[in-house]
């Protein structure tokens, strides 16, 4: 009274598992041997989807290129600022967060506390007070 549930399998060209890689069996047989589908590929129908793929693959670079040479035009007219690029210096939970130096004053970041710094007398960055 008990069901055995139907085992499926591939044989595969590299019997070693060490040797398989992502993409060594077709999707189709993937998905027949996880019982996504219940019949097994026919040949014809994996070499369509294949060409299916390669094809949209072109589309894609024929489509990516176009749009890479309208923004070139684009930025060249000036109807649209190309993008800037940003330089990042610190970070916002750095307690020396944009300074150059010590400073003789004391400074605060969030939680942090630094005291101001002993300048020797008559150097350049020492504040007159």
Partial sequence: GQTIPERRFVEAVNPQVYQYEMGDF????????????????????????????????????????????LQAKEYK????????????????????????????????TASTFQPGSWMPPGSSSSHNK
């Avoid at 019982?35 to 060409?51: Q, S, W």
């Avoid at 916002?92 to 967060?97: E, W």
Wanted: net charge negative.
């Fill in 77 to 108: 007219e000036g109807l649209v600022a190309e993008p800037v690029h940003t330089h990042v210096k610190g970070h916002a939970s750095a307690p020396y967060y944009g300074k150059k130096e010590p400073s003789q004053d004391p400074s605060s």
């Fill in 26 to 69: 077709p999707t189709e047989w993937e998905a027949w041997i996880r019982k996504k589908r219940n019949d097994p590929p026919t040949i014809e129908e994996i070499l369509k989807n294949e060409n299916y793929r390669e094809e949209m693959k072109q589309k894609i670079r024929d489509v990516s290129e176009k749009d890479k040479l």
